[in-house]
């Protein structure tokens, strides 16, 4: 009987474990999934809030970084330093939201996960800038005393700028360890919402990161620039556009400038008048030589013809040699329309027969109205004193740094500030700096075609030069065309003979009349395949070869209210190349350049300005 009883009860035991599975586990498995997706959604709630949290806080974050330099500049050390204490707070928190597990898996997520690991990713590299880079940033920007220019009775203080050379290795390596944590992500993939705010910090990085790479290498030479260690004496040269050269303009003006630890004297005034001219300061190549008129590197108001500024200082430099058994230790250039856009930071200045100069009007009144109210003796005298009077400006320290620095990066842009120094290490800073004024030898960084002019006509007629070039590519034909559109707006009748063309009488043509000698500088590596436009004066065109490029001049004349396009043909550069940084002589206006998409497929860097 026993055995019987225990045979049915584990039948009913069977039984009732069967109806368990069947009716139990669907209910625990739907249980389970409801946890699973309860767990799932809360998960995604909370990530949900910490995304918002984050990006609160890093956009607060960023508020406060924009107020660091109206801290320092106002000189408010307190308020600097606490916020940079509550910079450095907001983002360790933001950091450490996005550290969290939460973000590790949602940054595998198909179709999200590139996202969410760009603004993971984002966020630890802001981390790593601020943790390393805004302590010493802060450091070096009291030091320098932004509330106080910097600049005072014709001196700067260079102690901040020695004591800021041991802090900007630190931020430049916060700077490169950020770009590095941002460098794989993939901006192809992310949501435009999200490349936008990611992709900013990004060109923040990868533009900053070299900048201040460029800053640790030279503040060296900067210093030694500004003679901390030795006394320095500098040619600074005017270049009238009224009169046009390849380099901007005729070196009419110039000032000698003596600086020792950052106090810059005006030791004299000098002009083309000032120095021999019967002789050839250099020698170049003969097959650079051919290109110029014979006077080119024996007269002081010629030297610029060539577009090199390197041989331009070199000459300046031989010519202060000859004259006086001493070399220069640089050569700075700029033209009025520099001038004018430091006056912008300076304010005006006021010369000594009353004229007052501004931003505004210091160009007319250099390049036309000098020629128009004062005879000939005196026209140089009036200009020596307007760069006096804007060199006692400037030293007296009455006026902004950090508004001079954008005018002087803004003249640098359009070509009309150019620096040469004789020591190589100043020399290739000056490079870095993009204000070097050299043709390069090579396409692989950069290609700079060059379609320059010199006035032949030993006028002033140029301040009424405006131009336009174009660039096109033909890839099946291997060939480029470069274009320069010159227009002639001088006023028949109402300019002073000296403004008026003195050579344009051998041509027999109006005094109005420009006469240009084009000059074309082909990629090097490349050839001239053709001068498209044909010459006024065949007899003046000359074929040769300065920086390793092929070059052609040839002579037109462009009369008053006509316009004329200058066009050349070469073949294309082969190999590695760089995108397209078209070169010409800055004039009065702005000259408008023009990219054609023909010339994306063989310039791929390039970024087209299309037709």
């Not at 939201?97 to 198909?110: E, K, M, Q, R, Y």
């Not at 131009?467 to 274009?483: F, L, P, Q, R, Y």
Request: include cysteine; glycine fraction near 8%.
């Amino acid at each position: 009987m026993s055995s019987k009883r225990e045979a049915h009860s584990s039948r009913v035991v069977a039984q009732h474990a069967t109806t368990v599975k069947k009716r139990l586990w669907p209910r625990l498995l739907g249980w389970g999934i409801v946890g699973v997706f309860g767990i799932v959604i809360i998960a995604g709630v909370v990530f949900a809030v910490q995304a918002i949290s984050v990006a609160t806080t890093l956009l607060a974050a960023k508020d406060e970084i924009s107020l660091v330099v109206d801290d320092a500049t106002s000189g408010d050390t307190e308020s600097l330093e606490n916020r940079a204490t509550k910079i450095q707070d907001m983002v360790s928190d933001a950091n450490s939201t996005v550290s969290g597990p939460l973000w590790g898996i949602a940054s595998d997520i198909p179709l999200v996960g590139e996202n969410v690991n760009a603004v993971r990713l984002a966020t630890q590299a802001t981390h790593t800038l601020v943790d390393g880079a805004l302590p010493p940033g802060i450091k070096v920007l009291e030091m320098l005393d932004l509330g106080s220019t910097s600049v005072e009775d014709g001196g700067i203080d260079l102690a901040p700028l020695k004591d800021a050379e041991s802090s900007l290795p630190e931020i430049s390596d916060a700077f490169t360890s950020a770009n590095d944590q941002v460098s794989n992500i993939d901006r192809e993939k992310l949501l435009p919402v999200v490349d936008d705010a990611v992709g900013s910090l990004i060109d923040v990085f990868e533009v900053a990161a070299p900048a201040l790479d460029i800053a640790e290498k030279y503040l060296p030479n900067i210093l030694d620039v500004a003679g901390a260690d030795e006394p320095r004496r500098y040619m600074l040269i005017f270049q009238n556009n009224a009169e046009i050269r390849a380099g901007g303009g005729l070196p009419g003006a110039t000032a000698i400038v003596d600086v020792e630890n950052g106090k810059a004297d005006l030791a004299e005034q000098t002009s083309t008048y000032s120095f021999r001219r019967d002789m050839k300061v250099i020698e170049p190549p003969l097959e650079m030589d051919q290109l110029y008129e014979t006077d080119t590197f024996m007269g002081f108001g010629n030297y610029t013809r060539t577009p090199n500024f390197a041989t331009t200082g070199e000459a300046f430099n031989s010519i202060w040699n000859i004259t006086t058994g001493t070399d220069l230790d640089g050569v700075i250039s700029l033209d009025p329309v520099a001038l004018s856009y430091m006056l912008v930071a300076t304010g005006p200045v006021t010369a000594s027969d009353g004229t007052k100069l501004t931003s505004d009007n210091v160009v007319e009144e250099l390049l036309y109205n000098a020629y128009q109210r004062l005879p000939v003796s005196e026209q140089d005298e009036f200009f020596g004193d307007a760069a006096k009077k804007v060199f006692d400006k400037i030293s007296s320290g009455d006026w902004d740094p950090l508004e001079m620095v954008d005018q002087l990066v803004k003249a640098s842009n359009e070509d009309r500030l150019k620096a040469w120094f004789p020591r190589e290490a100043e020399e290739t800073m000056v490079a870095d700096l993009g204000i070097d004024g050299q043709l390069p030898t090579s396409n692989e960084e950069v290609s700079q075609p060059g379609l320059f002019v010199n006035d032949f006509s030993a006028s002033k007629l140029t301040y009424f030069l405006s131009s336009d070039m174009t660039i096109s590519c033909d890839a099946d034909a291997g060939t480029m065309t470069t274009e320069l559109t010159v227009a002639n707006s001088a006023p028949v009748g109402q300019l002073a003979d000296y403004q008026l063309g003195r050579r344009n009488a051998r041509y027999g043509i109006a005094r109005e009349t420009f006469i240009l000698d084009a000059m074309y500088f082909a990629l090097p590596g490349t050839e001239i395949v053709s001068a498209n436009t044909p010459p006024d004066d065949y007899a003046a065109t000359r074929v040769g070869v300065e920086n390793e490029r092929n070059v052609q001049l040839d002579r037109y004349f462009i009369p008053a209210g006509t316009e004329k396009t200058i066009s050349y043909t070469s073949t294309l550069p082969t190999g590695e190349v760089g995108p397209l940084d078209p070169r010409f002589s800055p004039t009065v206006t702005d000259t408008g350049v023009t990219i054609a998409s023909s010339c994306a497929d063989v310039f791929p860097a390039q970024e087209q300005t299309t037709e």
